[in-house]
Structures are given as structure tokens and as C-alpha cells.
């Protein structure tokens, strides 16, 4: 079917530069054409595909993926794909038209990291999206970044220069949440930030919520806070250790993990401890269902819960973990990442190291299929993806 959608563009194009033409002009009825797919077959559009040699010409690559050049005269060319974000193979390929039309050329496009300027040199520490033109990036010296689908700007908001902004997460566009090292907690309502009471001036380090009413915030000192549509409230913890990462399947099963490897578990009414094998910190936790949850942190640690126990899961590498996120349950569309720029990538059964743009230390990753993936660390770092498998 791809095909049959490559040749018809191809023969309409082509029907578009034949014509009526002077005795002895030269041929100019050739074409050229062919289609662009991503790793996994399916058409790739939005690719820019440069034709240079006997003429030039440049198009873009349809909803299918197919292109076609049309009205060339006889000679040597050279195709080449381009599309941010996207290594393609082959690199171009250079062919003859001679007497007749070129065979299809075809490419295949993967995905790959690559850095966006933030426009700023802060430290950021949280990213989040609800779309592809809608993503927030927080970070040190109160910095609120956002993306807007062509350029990252910074937003004003109540919080002085010198606060830390730790995480960010919002179940809308118009309902987003920031926590910073203060004990500050900002909403963003569509328009404005502004500052809620949070009753704590411990740190708070991570923000998470299943909904616009289930919301909750973790820190230093064992703090975690809960939002339930109208205030933030004090939830006892049973431990002091400091939290850093608070997730859930639903609003009866939330983690939250933090120094020394503690894994706490809400069960809807009560906090518990539960085992977790390693006393490395534990930086990050992040799940897809009720019986697949990953943490990571310190010294390369991956856990993994499997619905009854938490077990070490091998990462290949030594750096400390800082964040994870994925979009499948058991896929390949799982990312950890952490200092000096490691970015991990779960195969299904194995973690692999992945070429980034970048040697500063990441601090979170975040996406979805709408936005692609991102990652922000040090520096100002911004890193995107755009394939989400």
C-alpha cells in the first residue's frame, strides 16, 4: 500500500510537468520517486528531501511518506532526507535518469536525542507536557521555561531568583504544578503562576497527581503533602528520610522513593514501608501499571516491581540515575537518565546505553506521543526526541 501511494504521487507530479515543449528542447518529462518510513515501517511525513545534479529541486515527504520530483531532464542526482531529530539511511543516494524514470529511492529515519536552546544557563530539574506546543521546563534560580512548539521562553513567577523550582507536573495545560527547594508550591492556571499555601517550608523535590483532585508532593524530612481539589494537607509518612520521587498506578496505589534505597507504598489509607534491596538512593520512580513500576538512582540502580517484590535490574552503567519515563509497558519506549549526560533505553529485556547531544549532567526525562521525549539536566540542557515508540 505504500508503495501504490508512492507511485500515484509520483505520476501525478510527473503528469504536472509534461507538456507541449519546442522541437529539440531537451526531456524534461523524467521524475523521481520514492517514500520515507520511520524504524518500524510506517510512512514518515514532514520530511524535506533536497534534490541536486543535472536539476535542482527540494519537497517535502507526504502523510505516507511518499515524495516525487517531476519535469527533470536527463542526468546524475543526489537525494537527500533531512528532518530535526531524525539520522537517516542511507545518508542520500545518488542515481541516473536516462532515457526513463528513475527507480523509487526509499529511506529509513531513526530517531535520535538532540539539544534545543533553552536560553538560559540555569540548572534545570523537572520537564513536563501536555502536548506538542504546550511543555514546561523548571529549574534553579526560580527559572519556569516553556516551549510553545518552536521556542523555548521564560515565564514570570511569584518565586524569587535565588529558589530552586524541583519538579513540574500538571494534569491539563491549564492546571500545572511546580514545588521548589523553599517549600513553595506554584499552579499555573492557564494565564498566570501563582502560589498556593503548602504549610511546609521543607524542600519539596517532586510533584505527581492522577488527576485534577489527587495530586501529591514529596521532600526532605519525610514531607509529603496531598492535594485534593481545594488545599494541600500534611500526610504522615512514618519516616524522616528524605523523598524524592512520588508516583501511582491509581489513587489507592502511589510509591515514593528517596535516601538509602526507602520505597514507601500508599495503599489509600496509611504509608508503609517496603523492601527494596539496594540502600543507594533512590532518585526516581515511574511506572505504567499497577504490576510494572521502575526506580532509579545512584551508582547506575534500576529496581523494578513485578507486582509482589522489588529486584535489581542490571544498567550497564556506573553513573547515578536520576530520572525515568517510558510510553509502553513493556517496550522499548522506556528512558532513564543521569549524569554526565547517560541516557539509558529498556530493549524489553535489556537496558543499553544511547548516544545523546550532550556530556552535562541530566536531571529528568519526560514525554509523550503528542510531544516526543525530553530531557533538561545542567547548563540549561534541553534535549528532544522525536520518535516515541
Known sequence: MRRLAWFTAFVALIAAGCGDRPPGSPTIDRGIAGGVSNESGAGLAGVVLDLTGASTASTTSSSSGAY??????????????????????????????SGGDASASTFTGRGVWYAIASGTTHALRGVWG???????????????????GKTWSSVPNPLSG?????????????????VSASGAI?????????????????????????????????????????WNGSAWSSVPSGTTSLLSSVWGSQTSDVWAVGAGGIILRWNGSVWSSVPSSTTN??????????????AVGDAGTILRWNGSA?????????????????????????????????????????????????????????????????AVGYQGTILRRSDVP
Request: proline content about 2%.
Open 68 to 97: 516525487a520530483f517531476g519535469g527533470l531532464v536527463d542526468g546524475d542526482y543526489t537525494v537527500t532526507p533531512s528532518l530535526a531529530g531524525y539520522a537517516f539511511s542511507p545518508v542520500r543516494v545518488d542515481l541516473r535518469v
Open 130 to 148: 501536555s502536548g506538542a506546543s504546550d511543555v514546561w521546563a523548571v529549574g534553579d534560580s526560580g527559572t519556569i521555561l516553556h516551549w510553545d
Open 162 to 178: 535565588t529558589d530552586q523550582i524541583w519538579d513540574v507536573w500538571g494534569s491539563a495545560a491549564s492546571d500545572v504544578w511546580a
Open 186 to 226: 506554584l499552579h499555573w492556571d492557564g494565564s498566570t503562576w501563582s502560589n498556593v499555601p503548602s504549610g511546609t517550608t521543607e524542600q519539596l523535590l517532586a510533584v505527581w497527581g492522577e488527576d485534577a483532585t489527587h495530586v501529591w508532593a514529596v521532600g526532605t524530612s519525610g514531607t509529603i503533602l496531598r
Open 281 to 294: 538512593a533512590l532518585q526516581n520512580v515511574w511506572g505504567s501499571a499497577a504490576s510494572t513500576v521502575w
Open 310 to 374: 522489588w529486584s535489581g535490574v542490571t544498567s550497564g552503567t556506573p553513573e547515578d540515575l536520576r530520572s525515568l519515563w517510558g510510553s509502553e509497558v513493556g517496550g522499548s519506549g522506556l528512558w532513564a537518565v543521569g549524569r554526565n549526560g547517560t541516557i539509558l533505553r529498556w530493549s524489553g529485556s535489556a537496558w543499553s546505553s544511547v548516544a545523546g547531544d550532550t556530556t552535562n549532567h541530566l536531571l529528568a526525562v519526560r514525554g509523550s506521543q503528542a510531544s516526543g521525549v525530553w
